[in-house]
């Protein structure tokens, strides 16, 4: 008897949270909400975060070697962005019942992922203006379905993401503007970084729909409105004529345009090459996850300094006020 | 007083922005929390968008054709005046702290009188640092009272880095001929009038965060006359990389 109120009273929670979603009102933390979609929720939350710390190693790289005080200062404020990006989704993954500590435990062990484009090495400075080209432009076309998806605290925090992605974006098309403007040196050091980022910046988008293991429950709850093929084929539409506006040549042999169906047909993504650097195999996979491990490490005697500070001022007060 | 005592005058404030923003931005994405490498990471922009500001003053000045970027960048080390304080490594939090604080309160000082300058530059780039750098100050006084005052283990490593980077304050002090030029004919600060104000601030906080005051009779100087530490060449051979690499092109 007791066993079948209880269940009655989880299908009608079940249903009232299903309905909001329908509506395409939030779901806010407070909010009862099913196991699995809270699960999901910190995983895709994290790891979107995860991908943002991550992601300041590659460009953080070339920061001390700008090639002017304006390059200098614009990648410092980028990286800036990237590291306020992590912190408010790391919030709002917070609010899902999970503490930063345990989820930088989870990508220090491994346990969780990140965008697997940043275990490419930037080995050039035009790797700076691919990246936020290339990387930055696929972020947004992953990133924009998001502002309105159903967890309040995540569509909130995307808005405010995808505004300065989008500038960031624009700033990397500037970068590659002005090499490709520049002299034949800068033409080629553009063009290298073209053709080494290209095709991970299209693995980005996520595996082909028959392989991506989340997209249909991803669907019903909003966390993802097109499949990755569709939004792939849209990064690929909209990036190659930015490319030919450039000068550059797309490192894609069968790359062209599909007059009948209105996209650009283009060639086999190499899939192994996907999935090695996914287990970890990628150049730089051990060096960021060093790089993060290492700011937290050795950060830990500070981060204590600080709470033991604070817990003798808060004794102070409390023996003045006495 | 001449352009080039001018000039001169200007690198002896601006090297040092230049050179501590520099250092900072090593940190970039490496802070002990996100909060903190996002403030780092604030006073770092802040140093160069002042460092900037100098340099286009210093293109103005010269005779020659050159940007801000010829200034920052196509100098040899010995043409940079920063002060040694600011081109120590980032050896660890307590040591970034300590430098940030012992350079912030000097640099707070000399803004509030250069604020005052005859040169109207000089003043429009006081007015607007002075707020970034009050801020700059208030980060790092507040750190080191939390690491002074926090565990046993922070305030021996504050202790430490106080103890090291103590003989390089001295320096900020110095005038060299070129400040002394610029100072009589009311641009420039004499800085030597805020030296006493200087060390009662940094002492009183020092005592607040139970740090002990070093006691040493000499001090490390050369800075101010290119004359630098080991440390500085490769900072420059990181910095100048690829206007070195890649002269006269447009990035």
Redesign the interface.
Known sequence: MENMKEKEQMKSLEDIFEAKIARDEKIEPKDWMPEKYRKTHIRQISQHAHSE?VG??PE?NW???????????AL??K??DE??H??YL?SACETLGISREELYHQLHSGKAKYSSIFNYPTLT?ADIGAIGWLVDGAAIINQVPLCSTSFGPYARAMVRVCKEESFHQRQGYE?MM?LC???Q??KDMAQDALNRWWWPSLMMLGPTDDESTHTEQSMKWKLKRKTNDELRQQFIDQTVPQADILGLKVPDEDLKYNNETGHYDFGEIDWEEFWQVVKGHGMCNKERIS?RK???D?????????????D?QTEKEVKEAV | MTNENLIQYIYGIADNSLILGQRISELCGHGPTLETDIAMTNMALDLLGQTRSYYQYVAELSSKDITEDDVAFLRTEREYKNVLLVEQPNTDFAYIIVRQYFFDVFHFMLLKELENSKNVNFQAIAKKSLKEVSYHKRFSGDWLKRLGDGTEESKQKAQKAVDDLWVYTDELFHMTDHDKKVAEAGYGVDVTIFKTAYYETITALLKEATLNIPDVKYFQKGGKNGIHTEHMGFILSDMQYMQRTYPDMKW
Not at chain 1, 63 to 73: E, G, H, M, N, Q
Not at chain 1, 298 to 307: F, H, L, Q, S, Y
């Open positions: 710390i300041m190693l953080g920061i001390t070697r700008a090639p002017s005080l304006r390059r200098k200062v410092l404020a990286v800036q590291a306020g992590g912190l790391y400075w970068i002005t403007n520049g002299t040196e800068q790089a290492n700011a937290w050795k950060g830990e005697w500070v981060r204590d300094a600080a709470i033991a500070y604070a003798k």
